[in-house]
């Protein structure tokens, strides 16, 4: 659960093992292309997009 003052993007750092939160971290606070994201998760490119946008959902970030 979420910690009262700690952003989505904070807990995307702190766990690795969640790939929504990976996700995120890869885009967010690294900065990662969608091109560079594919090549590191196995994701089609195509669904780089769509799938940023469930993991902000799932972390409580909007659509960003």
């Known amino acids: 659960p979420p910690v009262p003052g700690e952003s989505s993007t904070h807990r ?7 790939p929504w ?7 967010d606070v690294e900065g990662r292309s969608f091109g ?3 090549r590191i998760t196995g994701l089609p490119l195509a669904a780089i997009g769509p799938s940023l946008k469930v993991a902000r ?4 970030r909007g659509a960003g």
């Open 36 to 38: 560079e994201i594919s």
């Open 12 to 18: 995307a750092e702190a766990d690795d093992s969640d």
């Open 21 to 27: 939160a990976r996700l995120v971290r890869l885009h």
């Open 57 to 60: 959902q799932k972390l409580g």
